[in-house]
């Protein structure tokens, strides 16, 4: 168990650029979650994969954020013409089994991002 | 829709005191209750968590937390602080699963010498 790894760690961009952030979960993982965490306010859940299959996403994902999970593994999260708004901290969880009591979230670090 | 409210964004305890962050809850339905702990630089780790049964939970690092109904809180307990305590604690909330947990604004713990 390797734990859920983010990358890259910090992204700092300029205002209308694109970035793309990778999340590797916990091998075997089914679900897979991304949150986001700005200043001096706890995490707010975007989106949410079991498997390759995108279940939710929350009002705050706007067309201008994508979330993919090709083949139940890794998942990327990107970011069109970026906004200084979207400046926060990007958290991937992961989790295994059916969703019941017993299940445990395991997050990355995180990825920084900074838009000038 | 769920909701967690956590009262005081800072708090200080000198090393030895007890540690008492307070959390109440919001829900329509019988909520999953679960305080996390951030450390700098690190990823959130779940410390413990309430589903059903016995309300006082234990969790790691020797912090417990009592799910009371009445008074719709999940208030987080430690009997003495720790120097390797200080870090940030989140309350947390979801209902039957943990497809979509909601936070909680977070509680920087001070830990004075």
């Known amino acids: 168990d390797t734990g859920v790894s983010q990358d890259p760690r910090h992204k700092i961009t300029k205002r209308g650029q694109n970035v793309t952030f990778r999340c590797d979960p916990i091998?075997?993982?089914?679900?897979l979650y991304w949150y986001r965490q700005t200043l001096g306010q706890g995490p707010e859940f975007l989106t949410y994969?079991?498997?390759?299959?995108?279940?939710?996403k929350s009002r705050l994902l706007s067309d201008r954020f994508s979330a993919e999970r090709p083949k139940g593994s890794f998942s990327t999260l990107e970011i069109q013409r970026t906004e200084q708004g979207d400046s926060a901290m990007y958290l991937c969880?992961?989790?295994?089994?059916?969703?019941?009591?017993?299940?445990?979230?395991?997050f990355g670090s995180g990825t920084q991002l900074s838009v000038l | 829709a769920q909701s967690v409210t956590q009262l005081g964004s800072h708090v200080s305890v000198s090393e030895g005191a007890l540690v008492l962050l307070r959390c109440n809850y919001s829900?329509?339905?019988?909520?999953?209750l679960f305080w996390y702990v951030q450390y700098p630089n690190q990823g959130l780790q779940l410390l413990l968590k309430?589903?059903?049964?016995?309300?006082l939970v234990k969790g790691i690092n020797g912090f417990e937390a009592e799910f009371k109904k009445s008074e719709t809180s999940f208030h987080l307990t430690k009997p003495s602080a720790h120097m390797s305590d200080a870090a940030e604690y989140f309350c947390?909330?979801?209902?039957?699963?943990?497809?979509?947990?909601?936070f909680g604004t977070g509680t920087k713990l001070q830990v004075i010498p």
């Open positions: 309430y589903t059903t049964g016995a309300t």
């Open positions: 091998s075997e993982h089914n679900r």
């Open positions: 829900s329509s339905v019988p909520p999953y």
């Open positions: 969880a992961s989790s295994g089994g059916t969703g019941g009591a017993n299940e445990k979230l395991f």
């Open positions: 994969f079991q498997n390759e299959a995108q279940l939710e």
């Open positions: 947390a909330v979801a209902l039957g699963g943990y497809q979509k947990v909601t």
